[in-house]
């Protein structure tokens, strides 16, 4: 029996054990806590019974010895330490626009060994891999931003953090954001003339992403007016419409 003397860290039965070549014993998470991580752990065999299968003539303890694979002069003890995968978690996106915006993120734990990569992965489809779109910001632990860039307007994305270790690469929760997209509208012939006032004329064919808060018309006497010049704000509006707009203020005969 595989036992501990000071903490009864954990046994194991010896009667399946081969009596020539290599024995394999499976540690459970209880029994790794009498394993040194550093330096030497001694263990000892104690059975009513030998390797050899012969009676025994009392107590009988076999130290297991530290060897290389292939010596015949002692058994070894082979330990694999599987270091666990970091801890990260995702934040929601901010600073969106139409082709870009900012993952945010924190790796809350390194998993007991050195980051060697973090960043951002992100695709149309759930759960983003590192086989998707990614950024690697640079960095170990703690909170951290990263740019997303070169995204289609109008779309909705997945995002998740990722950060990687020795023991392997972990992923925040998904979280989506929609990038925005320009409105679409089209203007019509000017209507209801007067000398100082008109009625514009406008069709708003495409809401965009998000819903436009405010529309209208605008005008000059110069050409290709903007909201620069004189305009009409009709508000905000959720649904693709027709839509008229008093014009006024205006000069006669211009």
Same mark, same amino acid.
């Given at each position: 029996t595989l036992s501990n003397y000071?903490?009864?860290?954990?046994?194991?039965?010896?009667?399946?054990?081969?009596?020539n070549g290599y024995n394999t014993i499976n540690l459970t998470t209880t029994g790794k806590s009498w394993i040194n991580k550093?330096?030497?752990?001694?263990?000892?065999?104690?059975?009513?019974?030998?390797?050899?299968?012969?009676?025994?003539?009392?107590?009988?303890?076999?130290?297991?010895?530290?060897?290389?694979?292939?010596?015949?002069?002692?058994?070894?003890?082979?330990?694999?330490?599987?270091?666990?995968a970091p801890t990260v978690t995702t934040q929601a996106v901010t600073g969106i626009t139409t082709t870009s915006a900012t993952g945010n993120g924190?790796?809350?734990?390194?998993?007991?060994?050195?980051?060697?990569?973090?960043?951002?992965?992100?695709a149309t489809t759930v759960n983003p891999t590192t086989s998707n779109n990614k950024v690697i910001v640079a960095g170990t632990t703690g909170a951290f931003p990263g740019a997303i860039t070169g995204l289609n307007p109008g779309t909705l994305y997945h995002v998740r953090a990722y950060a990687i270790n020795s023991g392997? =690469?972990?992923?925040?929760?998904?979280?989506?954001?929609? &990038?925005?997209? #320009?409105?679409?509208?089209? *203007?019509?012939?000017?209507?209801?003339i007067g000398t100082t006032t008109a009625t514009g004329n406008g069709i708003v064919t495409d809401l965009g992403v998000p819903n436009p808060t405010q529309y209208g018309?605008?005008?000059?006497?110069?050409?290709?007016? =903007?909201?620069?010049?004189?305009?009409?704000?009709?508000? &905000?509006?959720? #649904?693709?419409?027709?839509? *008229?707009?008093?014009m006024t203020g205006l000069t006669s005969s211009t």
């Open positions: 000071s903490a009864g860290g954990g046994e194991l039965s010896t009667s399946g054990f081969v009596t550093g330096g030497m752990t001694k263990l000892g065999l104690f059975s009513n019974r030998d390797i050899a299968g012969n009676a025994p003539t009392g107590n009988e303890y076999v130290i297991i010895r530290s060897g290389n694979s292939g010596e015949s002069s002692w058994p070894y003890l082979y330990i694999e330490y599987t270091l666990p924190n790796v809350t734990s390194d998993g007991g060994s050195a980051i060697t990569e973090r960043g951002f992965v992100w392997g =690469t972990s992923y925040g929760s998904d979280v989506t954001f929609t &990038t925005y997209k #320009s409105p679409t509208v089209t *203007t019509q012939a000017v209507s209801g018309v605008v005008w000059n006497t110069t050409g290709n007016p =903007t909201i620069a010049d004189n305009h009409t704000a009709e508000g &905000t509006v959720n #649904s693709t419409v027709a839509f *008229t707009s008093s």
